[in-house]
């Protein structure tokens, strides 16, 4: 018992003192962790010549998790940024039951998973993949524990000191105004990258498939069934339409196979370019639709799945226990000539997945919005560096889906058209004598059979990664569940929720991305910060969608492959975003006293910094046409001089010009890029070293306010915090009319009941 | 065993905010007696309406 016994109708403590005691149960419980932890590494990393088992993977990720959760996670908390749980979180001191909520851990836990969450694990670990399956485990998994779970903590730990404070406005305050406007450039171009690149995995997945395309198109209709449901029928009641939801969108994939078969399947077959237009005029027009009608409900339908499909996944592989057929490394990890993307292992394994390892989005929101919720500030563990943690392992798990299907099939599917032609023949003399891989081989008869087993026109060239995780997942799953008979129902069944996360995340993106331009126009014409104003909702609505749209269109469009070109900006962009939430950190670290501990967040921002400026720098500078834009434009506009009418992939001059002009806009965007990340890392190593001189806390933190309410601290709450919940539910017993104790208190105490 | 069914229910409820309602009822009645609450329909409109200002981010 770390509590004092106390006088019955004295108020109880606010917290428990966290002191361990290591018992040798405890102690050998961590020695067994350690131990197979060390030999699921050794297996992956070092043992080679047989074919490794999935199984390796979810045990390393898992004990190292619980490791650096234990252990590392608590040296931040407790001696590092010492959080004080006798201290009144926002949520606590300014609770007004709309932005301020105290919730518990628990269901917070919920929510920011599923804010931060989405396709882009499921992505990345994807098309990393050709270099190996060695590269991306060691990068998903030391990366999260070292920088990308350490950023979402620290960034929670300052937004919540400050009542709640954005990214921007930290930026601004500890950093000062020049940081701070190029925060926000940044936020606002790298929200645009994102949406634009996302919504060219939707594209590339849905093209030319009428069950994929029927399937989501249904989502549609039965999202606004859902919102008028809510508002009209039975409002409040998410949980039983959320129900119904889940099982239309499970007919919707079925019926998607029957229409794909009957005389609609020509309507539902979509080339690119429609479907750019049809996504285009979806999220201008889901960001001025009331949210009732569209976006709460997808919303609602997107956790639901969210939830359920990562629990499925989970158990579907811990059952199955694929083998894996990518070898630890490919020559690509060091020639840099993969198709997916050009490029070498450093930098741009660390570009290509940044979701699941380090995704500055993140700061977006474990800023604002989450530490708005938290009940205890010692919570910031399970939330901040939990969360991600567990974003963490939905990427390892993405990536053994990947690495589990043939060499051969991988790469005619993440190989662009440009080089494979299209066709299955094209492809597979691609894989066969000109892809460079010693043992990869495959036949258009195989491909060809792979493409009918989940009844798909064709599965080469699908880039993007979520046609390839699909096919994964539907292997995995078939095993599990129906065989063969259900693969192409599980093959579209996971293109429809990696498809419904990535509209979700269109939609709000659209959304908060208005607001955004809004409120920055309305700093010079204040109508503009009217949310309500609806010429002003319209034309910036317009400005965001026309920015992701062109982007997008020119992604489709693009004779090199949409993917291979946008995708290392997608990630440069996350990246450059970690790199201005990490600096902020530093900034304040140095601001407020704890410059000894600076190398916390220190070391994963010099490491960002230093990928992402050298992967910058290549896309600018490198004289290899695969890698470096600018080069790659001389070389076709050299080309168009000479008078040639074709080079590479481009068939056309009209293809020639189209390169020309795209790796002009990548290009600027790179240079964009890269001028932002130094100004920001300038600036805030300008302020630290004045605050570090001048020695003296300057930080804006909130003033200390005592806490009057209690609330365990981890998932599973202490033997000392149980015992002290039972003397707080003593007390409140006695005390009904406690304000503090009982303010939105029912979300603070177990499940009702327990009988 | 019964307990599992009963927990998984609250925690969706809590996650999905449908027992929002019942906890303003609950807090109105205690600290605010007297004050007739509004109904449910005006209840779960306005706490959907917010998200038209404020939607959040969802990451990717």
């Known amino acids: ?755 | 065993m019964r307990r599992l069914p009963r927990a998984v229910m609250w925690y969706l409820r809590e996650l999905f905010g449908e027992n929002a309602y019942d906890k303003y009822v609950a807090h109105l009645a205690r600290h605010h007696p007297g004050q007739q609450p509004m109904s449910r329909r005006e209840f779960e409109w306005e706490r959907t309406d917010r998200l038209d200002r404020n939607p959040g981010a969802r990451c990717c």
Not at chain 1, 278 to 305: C, E, H, K, N, Q
Not at chain 1, 456 to 470: M, N
């Open chain 1, 1 to 755: 018992m770390a509590t004092a016994p106390t006088m019955p109708s004295s108020r109880p403590p606010v917290a428990v003192e966290h002191r361990t005691t290591w018992t040798l149960p405890k102690i050998l419980l961590w020695v067994a962790i350690a131990i197979l932890g060390g030999i699921s590494w050794t297996i992956i990393a070092l043992v080679r010549g047989e074919s490794v088992n999935a199984i390796w993977f979810v045990f390393a990720a898992l004990s190292s998790y619980a490791i650096a959760y234990r252990f590392y996670a608590r040296f931040i908390v407790t001696r590092v940024l010492k959080v004080d749980d006798t201290r009144a979180t926002p949520a606590e001191q300014l609770e007004d039951g709309k932005d301020y909520n105290r919730t518990d851990r628990r269901v917070l836990y919920g929510h920011h998973f599923a804010a931060i969450a989405g396709a882009g694990p499921l992505v990345g670990p994807v098309l990393a993949a050709q270099m190996g399956y060695l590269p991306g485990t060691l990068w998903i998994i030391v990366g999260v524990i070292f920088a990308g779970a350490v950023q979402d903590l620290l960034v929670l730990f300052f937004s919540m000191r400050r009542n709640g404070r954005s990214l921007g406005q930290m930026a601004r305050e500890e950093i000062g105004p020049v940081g701070g406007i190029a925060a926000l450039v940044a936020v606002l171009t790298i929200m645009i990258i994102i949406l634009a690149v996302l919504a060219l995995v939707v594209v590339n997945a849905l093209a030319e498939s009428p069950w994929g395309v029927f399937s989501i198109a249904m989502t549609i209709p039965i999202a606004l069934f859902m919102g008028f449901y809510l508002r009209y029928l039975r409002p409040g009641r998410v949980i039983e339409v959320s129900g119904i939801g889940v099982a239309l969108l499970l007919l919707a994939i079925i019926a998607g196979g029957w229409v794909a078969d009957s005389g609609l399947a020509d309507f539902f077959t979509l080339d690119k370019v429609t479907l750019v237009w049809a996504l285009i005029i979806y999220g201008f027009t889901a960001s001025v639709l009331p949210v009732w009608m569209l976006l709460a409900p997808r919303d609602y339908l997107s956790t639901f799945m969210k939830v359920g499909v990562i629990a499925l996944l989970a158990v579907a592989i811990i059952l199955v226990r694929p083998v894996l057929e990518m070898p630890a490394f490919t020559d690509f990890a060091f020639n840099g000539k993969g198709p997916a993307f050009s490029g070498a292992l450093f930098p741009f394994v660390f570009i290509t997945i940044a979701c699941g390892a380090l995704s500055g989005f993140h700061a977006l929101i474990s800023s604002g919005t989450t530490p708005k919720m938290l009940e205890k500030e010692s919570q910031v563990r399970l939330i901040g560096y939990g969360g991600m943690l567990t974003e963490s392992f939905v990427a390892i798990m993405a990536l053994v889906a990947a690495t589990s299907i043939d060499q051969g099939l991988y790469f005619s599917m993440n190989a662009a058209a440009g080089v494979t032609g299209g066709t299955a023949e094209g492809a597979a003399a691609f894989v066969n004598n000109s892809l460079g891989l010693a043992n990869v081989t495959i036949t258009p008869e195989a491909l060809e059979a792979a493409a009918r087993a989940v009844e798909e026109e064709t599965l080469v060239s699908r880039t993007g990664g979520a046609p390839t995780l699909a096919i994964g997942l539907s292997q995995i799953l078939a095993t599990l569940f129906g065989g063969g008979a259900l693969t192409a129902f599980w093959y579209h069944f996971a293109i429809m929720f990696e498809a419904l996360f990535i509209l979700t995340t269109v939609d709000a993106g659209t959304r908060v991305g208005r607001f955004m331009l809004q409120d920055t126009i309305g700093n010079v014409w204040p109508r503009w910060k009217e949310t309500s104003w609806r010429p002003g909702a319209w034309a910036a609505s317009a400005v965001i969608v026309a920015a992701w749209g062109s982007i997008l269109l020119m992604g489709v469009t693009d004779p090199l492959g949409g993917i291979n070109t946008l995708f290392p900006l997608f990630g440069i962009a996350n990246q450059l975003l970690a790199a201005v939430a990490l600096a902020v950190c530093v900034t304040i670290f140095m601001k407020s006293g704890r410059a000894k501990w600076v190398w916390v967040p220190g070391i994963p921002l010099v490491f960002d910094a230093v990928v992402t400026l050298t992967a910058s720098y290549q896309k600018i500078f490198s004289s290899d046409p695969s890698i470096g834009y600018w080069a790659n434009r001389q070389r076709y506009q050299e080309a168009l001089a000479a008078g040639e009418t074709s080079l590479g992939p481009a068939q056309s001059v009209d293809a020639m010009q189209a390169v020309v002009r795209n790796t002009f806009v990548q290009g600027t965007l790179s240079i964009l890029f890269a001028l932002l990340i130094i100004i920001i890392l300038l600036d805030a190593l300008r302020v630290s070293i004045k605050a570090y001189r001048g020695g003296k806390v300057t930080t804006a933190e909130a003033p200390y306010v005592p806490s009057r309410i209690f609330a365990p601290s981890g998932m599973v709450p202490t033997p000392e915090e149980r015992d002290l919940q039972e003397e707080w539910d003593a007390w409140v017993a006695k005390h009904p009319d406690d304000v503090m104790a009982n303010a939105g208190g029912a979300g603070a105490t177990e499940p009702a009941g327990g009988s």
